[in-house]
């Protein structure tokens, strides 16, 4: 497949406590690399793209063990730099029936977070790129990452790369970061081809003009004044869970385009779920992939809808499955041993 | 908040199989502190109240590991002390699907069982306490258990301590002990002001005369008939649980009145369990909780429900959840990824 | 009981993926010991039947591994030998959701595979046997396989031993074994008194003639044509499974007879299933209990099940549970914690 | 080789800390079978002898856990009956340099030691058996536990059985039980043909007549007043353990013969110690393979020392190693990875 | 024993690689909690002393398991409070042979680096304390961290608690601090009255002075030096280690006094190490306890270097060992198994 | 630094035993990736070198785990491809103290040795590289292995690339191959511009010319020898293992030259050791390094010397150490905890 998709954002370290065991209630900790422009990264190897990671780690071995980990999965590493600051950490508690999961970041101070524009030579790494791929997480690590994000979505824009971004609000970032989301999200939304928002993310980024929309039903109108807003914006993709407790969700997608014209994938129900943490990533990368592979939208759109029910079935932040096991689910190939 | 609480009762060393596997089926056992009145202790504790344990130990690894597990959550050991005899045991068995979990009790001849009523110097033990926490366990353990629970929840009713009793009722622990049930726990019931019991239970203590409570309709006749014969009881509580299959029950919760007033929290659907031991424990604190933080009773009935619901999501018997984990689930704060 | 159960087959050495990883995602793996009909005789032998396993292993610590594993379950490894090649593996991914499970055979050159009919004394092997047991992946391992299997099956016949025929199909290994199934197993089925086939595996051995039989509607019609074809035949059975996703299925099963009358039992529905490998030879060794006991055909069936059943919740290919366990769960005994 | 060994005593489950850790420091233990008798039964087994094991334990998964890995070992279980009481356990935190390791009995009350004499049909159990193996754990659990071993003694005799008694003397365990060791001790010594004990044990035996024999040099003498004492003895064997730390041991081993002569092996330098429990065992069961495979004493002592030499290398109670390992180690096959 | 101990320090997370592997080799990390005057508190527990720990930990689940830490073995946790900033860590990574140990820091920004000395009520804390322990790690952690140290020391003078200082000198995390650690060290030297630190150390602190301390043989005229410079220094102790290797070290210490007279320890040979941090708080804390059980100064440093010997038995930072051990050690009982 | 170094060989999954268990003395194994070309691979590209990997693997997860390994540490994975057959396994028993390591190899009909050399286009794969290293493993897998051997050898040559070849003699593989191992090893020899051997090698190579180097003292008279027969050979190395117990080595190495010199490195004493696979690949990734490097010959020997005694202190195949780990002990940085 043609098309290099250079990802741009942090590499983090996940320390989850084992089991559906509170954090540290036992002395053990199980170690995963994630980071979410670096879960679409890995996602876009392994369905067979040529995909590159532009970031910073410290010079140490937590750094290295996360390159380690992307090169792993097939991806360019080249790009990813070392400077001064710390492995930014997250710490992971996995919830069960009614308790819900939490995530404690333990990210501030981060090579990443404090590296500024400097590192990053962007003509040169985005040569003979299809596509960059960037988040909100990026924006919400402060003023720097901001300045940063910006930066490299304009310089693809120059470059003629087309721009995917992912909204990934995080409150709990923001706060921490003492800049104002709103202005800083509206100039990345501005530069990308390919965003990924709900109402919510809209309602963020557009501020009062988008006030009233309160819930799910309110997306294609929010996806409407999104489309009227961004004049680069050719497609808008959101997923929509519904959560019967904490290990069965209900998950749909929706692909909202320019045109007005809307597309829902058929639902799919997730009991039992192994490890939520990555599916909008890996719903990303999934419609990227349709995109850079020439798939019908609505094809696209059920490819990513898989692809991101299959990573509630895979420990981690990486959505370790391949083409085929996608193309099976979406066949209805049926859920017997595979021998 | 205040009034400290005094719990009474064996501490246990539980040794499980990991995962769902059979006992000794692979080479590893993974060990646990509990004991009915200890995990009251620890939800006590970690709920923000004073909770003291006494109890009696060998003194030996295994007695100190258990009191340090108790400290670890809070919970104040200076009147465990130590003695002759081993320490109490029970290995664990974790089933699934139609293949019920199995505890098989190692605790015959216990440190604690065997020393009888001398090691408690109640009045002491009890100055300044709002409550006394006991359960039908202790006296199950044989004569010397038996007497040593009378002598306790004696000694509190005489020093203004309300008593708490949770019925507990275990057919195998009564058989081996060689002892009558019915006229100890009678004693027992008679002496508190809060207890735990269904119909069963009450079946249990009142002999012929309640013997017509066959099901689960009847635990209102039953708790008036309590309440008649046992007029220092002002409340008694109970849980009901519907069993679909090992990993998915329905779990509702009453409480009754003197006056016979009857209240019942909405159930709650427990799917995909991790681990019911000590979803009792985890409901009695919660109500004692209620009662010294001066709720209602309907509110504290629903948040001893929704503490003994997430008993259900926690490895080992302890329920290691705090008050805001509670309350985030009463709230309805939903089952997403806290960040 | 009486009657011994002779069980010839591979012994196979799984290695799995812990949890509901990708197979070597990190980097341990969990070895358990199966084969289709080693499983069976670790069933017979926990239920209570002398059971004896005829089969060929590497002279090396993992042929003496396997043989161990069975010795342990109290299965009579005698007259299992060693000889040169190498110990069959297979490696196991347990998916999640709507994530198959795969299995990937490694199983070429083994030492059972490649030692032919050479080892077997047959007439020493089965003497004083009840029934000797063996499925149709041993032919399915090539033309030595298939020739193994078919001289052991006339020898029990000439010995007045009855024969017990699995049909286990497994289309990728006839595949790799450049033999033809339909002949082979068309022999082993006219030799055998039992089997356990479903319509597939009746298409396959009868070819044209039963090619239309397409789903599971048809298995009474597909019964009906083998009794007609296969003299020898008394029984046949198989289950039947509606899978909701990887993890939930509903399993029933059926028992026709000579005569046409045919025994369905009530379908069990199986959800958070911990380990479905093994689930067809615990039918298999559970309707074997059940002709060995005496017990009514409509009692065996609904034993055979709720073995199959209890299989689900075991790890391991091997079905670990006591006749106490499968009567427990017939009669209804519910999912409480047993103490 | 000819002769069946017959090993009276308890089975134990051992539960130790994992690595170097204190007991429950972690909240994992690993499982072991082990008992001193048992030990000796597995290392037979293992180098190709018939040994069966005559015991008793409760009839729950911990005795049928222990069963089945003497099973697996190869050792013949049908005369392990079950009983009333509890499983035999002790506790094992393995040390490290300067801090000794330690063993916590929990063996009170168990189904082997409250059963005495009744369960045991001694004349069918010792039909065509060469050697019966006991040791002084056995009557240090108390009257039952002497009793037992005596009448079993007494039996081998009778049957003309020879006798092989290991002094194993554990002084908290008879602090425990209440008797006193001299007079049983005497009694078994009496029976014995071969004995393994050293200055200590047969100074513990023979009271003051031996209490001069303070040190490691004097157990010639010893041996000397135990032959004099004890027509039936015909030799008599000890090791002896230089420890420079708790990891760097130096063993050596002595075989006395009634007539005086006294053969020393080459001692043994052992450094990076494993596992060191069960290394007397081991080097019962090597003499007793060397005598019963006709092998000169000399050869016998030296591949006696070397098995338990091995023993050190293997974690947990029993000496996995067979005829080839200790073969290689005494022809003094070297160090190199055996490919 | 009288005399409660006050210890002043970060409470910090490891974060180690499992036995011996490179850090994130495989996907685990083991946790332990530490801090060297966190080492020092449980220590003193265990031995049975009042110790308090004075802190600051964030308010989250790392900062509450490492009070529960502390707690489970007995330290008061009362007065480590919680105030913003996130958990110091460390990331450990056990070295074998010729591959040393790496720490990597990671705990700029801690909550307890920012605090400064706002959260200490000095007075209170300090009431009815016979010591405050303190080392140079708080200095090390930049100036709010020099600031609190040093008003906690001149805290103690002021209310007549003795000061304990080790000196503990960490170049790395000095670097990071931007404070030049002479002047710092000096003044919390000169409120001790008792001080660990070697040669380099005093060097470190007496600059030009001292500069010609080159070599452990200088030791004693460094302490000369320094007790001249320091009025109220009345002891001043060291271990020196001569390692081998990574595993094998030969552990000696000294220990000074005011009048000039110098003891010296019998070096410890220890080989097979196990883990060696924390052996100088260990040391530190034997030192405490000799002093506050009114020992004579040549037992008080066997002790002492007794202690520090068996904490490189124990996995972890913290000397899990009690008053027996380290008696019996002394004692020299030898290294058999304790039964 | 310049020059990339092409790799060829087959890549292996190794199954192994933890800890010093027994191989499946419990129910786990640890996968590690190796094979001896791949570990030299793996230890330049640590060291900073160009190194690709040419090979073979089976188009499944396995295959896909071991190219994913070496990506992790920067190992070129492009030109390894797929082909029919099997993942080559190998199962290994870490030996202790007297108990040898074991390796049970189990790589008949793997992909890599039945591809022959079909799969390799060596004037694209050698392009721009300035060493070829392979080794004596490959021609021992069998015809097609020594084939394709040879092939690339000459391939080199042909391009001007340097040969460096490893006799890695394992007379085990070679009995299975039915192939005379002496012209084949001759044939690579003599393309060879660095070798590794040791007298043995060499006497296998040279047959009864050399049949009288005895032991390691005959070494030099070996090489020289080698060089007299081999025009090519411009540096012949080996190591010399003294091997006190399994756990405790001393490791030395020669290097020699074509003009008869002769450099012997300062031997090292390795005791404890943790995992001695690998080190001679890691010794010649060292040498190859130190040419690469241009370092004089005498630092380049105690560089691979140091490198390998560096692997044994390393858990799995690969030599997971960086140059400044390697330089740190060349420069006697002493065993400290490195902060």
Redo the contacts between chains.
Sequence with gaps: MSGRVVCFGELLLR?GAP??????????????VGGAEANVAVSLARLGHEAAMVSVVPD???GE?AC??L????VDTRAVSTAPG??G?Y?L?T????????????R??SAFAIAGTRPYDWPALLAGAAWLHLSGVTPALGERGAEAAIVAARAARDAGVRVCFDGNF?S??WRESNCEPAPILYTLMSLADLAFADHRDIAVVLGTKAAGFADAEDTAAAARLAFETFPNLQRLACTH?E??????HRLSASLFHRDGSVLRATP???????D??GAGDAFAAGLLHALLSGMSDEHGLAFAL?AA??K?????DFN??DLQ?VN??IAG???????
Excluded: K, T
């Design positions: 320390l089991g559906r065991q509170r954090l540290l209630q036992s002395p053990l900790l199980e170690a995963h140490n071995p937590l063990a380690g980990e090169r792993r999965h097939g710390r492995m950490l710490f508690e919830g069960a029936i009614q308790r819900p999961s939490r995530v404690l970041y333990d501030a101070g995080r709990s970032l869970r959560q019967r407790d904490v290990d069965h799919r129900d997730l009991s039992g779920i192994v939520r943490i898989a029910s299959l509630h079935s895979v420990p981690g370790l499955v096991d099976d689910l190939g049926g859920f017997h041993v595979r021998r």
